[in-house]
């Protein structure tokens, strides 16, 4: 009996247990169909979503690769406009540095030809400068040159002669007095002295003291108007530096050598700078002369305003005579005018008015 209850117990507690198992596995089944439902469910909501968020990114793309593809177009055309630009440019540039090549040969021929006559003119100079006639020639020309550019045309002469036969190159005028000037060009002396140095110095500072002692000889003659002292002119700026820096044979300086003998060592600069000096002092001397002139001209016409102020003295004694004159007259006529009024109307003249009558008649 107890074994059967057990089996019957034990039979239902096995169908107790497949009877849970099955509703445990119905339940299980319905909810995995409502987790199967719900997630794709989800998985359609994501999958609409993705989808909308993909057709508005291709839309996106869509539009951003058409700004792209217009950004990229209107660059293709900025870029040609500017590679057109850029080939008229070079173009430009190529055709300016082609004329800019053409001038600069051109520039160069023209170097090339004025160095061909620049050594034509050092050839030229040279067999200038070769003869002591020439070179003489040169410096007259120089001097006479500075002169016509400092001084007044009548204020000096070339090529001036004195009763003894010597010929100076210029004089200068200072009304009775003149002021020799003679060019001197120890250029032979000068080319040793740059060659040789200074041991070539002793035979440039002797010709520098013959010139000077043959300036003072032959130049300075008081008893033919000239003043007590000449300028011995050097045409080049070189020598004249190397006649400053010279001694003679005692330590004297050359310059002040030349002093002594009263002789004025210049060159072209130097002789301008005197020259200027001169043209004003010849200015203040017109200017005098004038001033002279004026004021016996004013001497002049003041005996003419001394005789004009008698004449007019005269006059006014003669008008003013005139005048009383005319007063005179013209009271007598007024009184003779009332008489005859009074003869008119009737009555006779008195005694008083017969002379009044009478001059009135006259």
Not at 7 to 26: F, G, N, Q
Not at 230 to 237: C, D, K, Y
Not at 275 to 299: C, T
Not at 340 to 351: F, R
């Amino acid at each position: 009996m107890n074994l059967v209850a057990v089996i019957v117990v034990l039979c239902a507690a096995v169908l107790a247990a497949l009877a849970a198992s099955a509703w445990t596995r119905r339940r299980q089944q319905s909810e995995w169909s409502a987790l199967r439902q719900e997630m794709q469910g989800l998985v359609a909501g994501q999958a609409q979503a993705v989808a909308a968020q993909l057709g508005q990114f291709s839309q996106s793309v869509v539009q951003q690769l058409g700004q792209v593809s217009q950004q990229v177009q209107s660059g293709l055309a900025s870029t040609g406009s500017l590679v057109s630009d850029a080939q008229r440019a070079v173009a430009e540039r190529l055709e300016s540095s082609t004329s800019v090549i053409r001038e600069l040969q051109r520039q160069l021929g023209e170097v090339q030809q004025s160095g061909r006559d620049l050594s034509e003119a050092a050839r030229m100079m040279e067999s200038v400068l070769g003869g002591a006639k020439t070179r003489g020639t040169l410096g007259e020309v120089a001097l006479g040159r500075l002169l016509a550019d400092t001084l007044p045309p009548a204020s000096f002469t070339e090529q001036h002669r004195f009763s003894t036969g010597e010929i100076v190159d210029a004089v200068v005028r200072f009304r009775e007095k003149l002021l020799p000037i003679d060019s001197k060009f120890p250029l032979d002396d000068y080319r040793r002295l740059v060659d040789l140095g200074e041991e070539a110095r002793k035979g440039f500072s002797q010709s520098v003291r013959s010139h000077a002692d043959s300036i003072a000889r032959k130049y300075i003659l008081p008893g033919e108007g000239t003043l007590d002292v000449a300028m011995m002119f050097v045409p080049s700026e070189g020598i004249y530096y190397e006649l400053l820096r010279s001694a003679d044979p005692k330590g004297t300086p050359l310059d002040e050598y030349c002093r002594r003998k009263n002789v004025l060592a210049v060159s072209p600069s130097t002789l301008y700078a005197h020259l200027s000096v001169v043209a004003m002092g010849l200015r203040g001397m017109q200017i005098e002369d004038n001033a002279r002139r004026l004021l016996a001209s004013m001497a002049g016409l003041k005996k003419h305003w001394d005789n004009f102020a008698e004449v007019y003295e005269r006059l006014g004694t003669h008008l003013r005579n005139a005048q009383q004159s005319y007063a005179d007259a013209d009271h007598r006529l007024e009184r003779a005018r009332a008489e005859l009024d009074q003869m008119q109307q009737g009555a006779l003249p008195t005694a008083a008015a017969a002379p009044a009558l009478e001059a009135a008649e006259k």
